[in-house]
């Protein structure tokens, strides 16, 4: 039974070094959207005014060949445009590959975590009032809730019974999954959506969601890292 214990306590810190690796993908994947919005700023710049009376002064008293370039580039130097969108297609498809990487994380989370509930299921197989003759998976698991007055406030797992400790890793397991599984598929749908029509408000609101990432519950987290 003790290495039973072991086996899924270590499983929990596992899956707690992919959530360190998930953060910082997160991380790596805001830095990214934020630098694909400020490079499509740019190249949504508005031009100049090519109708002021300063402007159309400078362009007769300067008609060279390249000013006249110049001017049908919509006041944009060519080289800066194409340097523009370099920068946007690689930023779009770095952060196709950062969805790549995250979904193999996502994948060796849930693994960690079905591990863990099917660990649970055989050692309880016998104890009905926990899991009886059911079958569990990961989206039918109890989510932890931490207000005071719940019942379901998270304990730590040590101070339980062999069972319940073992059955409290797994629950945590698949909270944590749940969450960032739909952190997950929230930033894949924002970096699909990407395109050189996008909005500057649109993308203001990519980057504030990926920042606040609302489907991770800190209070939750914070309360797991104090049982690893």
Not at 142 to 169: G, H, L, T
Not at 210 to 228: A, E, G, K, Y
Request: hydrophobic fraction near 40%; charge should be negative.
């Amino acid at each position: 039974m003790m290495d039973f214990s072991n086996r899924i306590s270590q499983s929990f810190r596992d899956l707690m070094t992919l959530v360190t690796k998930f953060d910082e993908l997160t991380d790596i994947g805001s830095r990214l959207l934020k630098g694909f919005r400020q490079e499509l700023d740019i190249f949504n710049k508005p031009t100049l005014d090519n109708i002021s009376k300063i402007v159309d002064g400078i362009v007769k008293a300067n008609c060279t060949e390249r000013m006249v370039a110049y001017v049908e580039a919509g006041f944009r130097h060519a080289h800066l445009g194409r340097q523009n969108i370099n920068k946007l297609n690689s930023y779009q498809e770095r952060l196709l590959d950062h969805i790549k990487e995250v979904k193999k994380t996502i994948n060796q989370l849930e693994s960690f975590a079905e591990h863990a509930i099917s660990m649970v299921e055989v050692e309880g197989e016998s104890t009905y009032n926990y899991i009886g003759n059911r079958t569990w998976n990961i989206g039918e698991l109890p989510e932890f809730s931490i207000e005071k007055d719940d019942a379901k406030v998270i304990k730590n797992p040590r101070e339980n019974s062999s069972f319940e400790r073992n059955f409290d890793y797994a629950i945590m397991m698949g909270t944590i999954y749940n969450m960032l599984s739909l952190d997950f598929a929230m930033q894949e749908k924002i970096v699909l959506s990407l395109n050189m029509d996008s909005s500057s408000g649109e993308l203001e609101s990519y980057c504030l969601l990926w920042d606040l990432r609302p489907f991770v519950d800190d209070n939750i987290m914070q309360q797991c890292w104090t049982f690893v």
